[in-house]
């Protein structure tokens, strides 16, 4: 269907999640308008958005405290907090690796254990690129994830009149004109690089066979998936190292793995809240 009607969609489905599972009838204001929407919760003022986490979360968790939220992370249908209830309690356990591997159909040995792993993950001030979650194995594959929900498109117009922002053309010459220069991507040119900036500036990180950027989002959300088809296309060599991950798969998936286990309750509870 049409992205902006996935979206709709959702938001029915997320004001109905709040009154009838959270039992939380007040409604949310939207930046600084004057108007209140069913799905987005009273809001939190930069707090931990207690009520967005699902049942399972742990919400003293240590890891939960050193995470910068989004400035709409009390809206129910946020794709970082999304993020963070599919994954959290799942990195704890090798199930998260069973998961990821039959996911992205990514080879990785059966003795690889996670090294590193963080959300919101901030390689260099100079790009502002901030990973949903990122993930470096042992065996030295390296995971850039991308979460999308019912965003209406990737963002990031970096031109003015058909001119590319000042800005934009410092940054290039500044940083990226050299950093491209060691990455596997196919587009280099400073055009055709900001011209889907967003998606672009994430494949940049694929700089061996063992990187992979992982863009999970709702299949459903036509318009998003085909943009991002549309662009990543346009990178071949790459073909490899990029997986496109539909989050009702990615949830079956989940519950299928965990089944006879005590994440599979928590499967269910992604599930009931996230996918319509």
Known sequence: MKTTD????????MENYKKNFLGITAKGAYKNSYSNYGHI????????????????????????????????AHHLNSSQLMCINFFLPLIKDNIFLKILKVATNVEFGSDAEVKEIEFEKSFKASDNTNFDLFLELSTGEKFYFEIKY????????????GS??????????????????????????????FENYQI??????????????????????????????????????????????????LCKIALAESRDTIFHQHSNLFKDKYII
């Open 6 to 13: 996935y979206r709709e969609k959702v938001i029915q489905h």
């Open 41 to 72: 919760l009273p809001s939190t003022n930069g707090e931990i958005p207690i009520y967005n986490f699902l049942p399972s979360i742990d919400i003293h968790e240590e890891r939960l405290k050193k995470i910068k939220y989004h400035q709409y």
């Open 150 to 161: 019912t965003e209406q498109n990737f963002g990031g117009n970096c031109y003015v009149n």
């Open 164 to 193: 590319l922002k000042g800005k934009y053309q410092n940054k290039y010459y500044d940083y990226y004109e050299k950093y491209l220069q060691d990455s596997l991507m196919d587009i280099k040119s400073k055009n055709d690089f």
């Open 200 to 249: 672009n500036r994430n494949l940049s990180y694929i700089k061996s066979d063992n990187d992979y950027v992982i863009f999970i989002l709702p299949f459903d959300s036509e318009d998003l998936l085909s943009e991002l088809k549309n662009i990543v296309s346009k990178n071949i060599s790459l073909k490899n190292q990029v997986k496109i991950v539909d989050w009702s798969e």
